[in-house]
Nanobody, 122 residues
Framework: QVQLVESGGGLVQDGGSLRLSCAASGRTFSNYNMGWFRQAPGKEREFVTAISWRGGSTYYADSVKGRFTVSRDNAKNTVYLQMNSLKPKDTAVYYC???????????????WGQGTQVTVSS
């Protein structure tokens, strides 16, 4: 079992920044690829970004490329999502997830956090 707890969400103005954190406990964090997904009201959950278990590879949705940065600190069992130049369309609940499979698909992640709300006002 891996327990994931997200933090750092909130309300920010258009163009602002937020940094999300996801703290893991339980099984060895460094064994897992980590992903961030988001779900806006009335929409399906979508892939945002992912980072490989050692942190050597990162993947981004086109919609966030150049604005968001994923990183991880295996010593602290934490993965981060730095979000810059936020836009109202980024408003969603953001979830972190841990898994061993492919990076882009939610079905490849076996463990999920409870989510943190990010709201970007125009």
């Amino acid at each position: 079992q891996v327990q994931l707890v997200e933090s750092g969400g909130g309300l920010v103005q258009d163009g602002g920044s937020l940094r999300l954190s996801c703290a893991a406990s339980g099984r060895t964090f460094s064994n897992y690829n980590m992903g961030w997904f988001r779900q806006a009201p009335g929409k399906e959950r979508e892939f945002v970004t992912a980072i490989s278990w050692r942190g050597g590879s990162t993947y981004y949705a086109d919609s966030v490329k150049g604005r968001f940065t994923v990183s991880r600190d295996n010593a602290k069992n934490t993965v981060y999502l730095q979000m810059n130049s936020l836009k109202p369309k980024d408003t969603a609940v953001y979830y972190c997830a841990a898994g061993h499979g492919q990076f882009y698909y939610s079905a490849d992640y076996g463990y999920w956090g409870q989510g943190t709300q990010v709201t970007v006002s125009s």
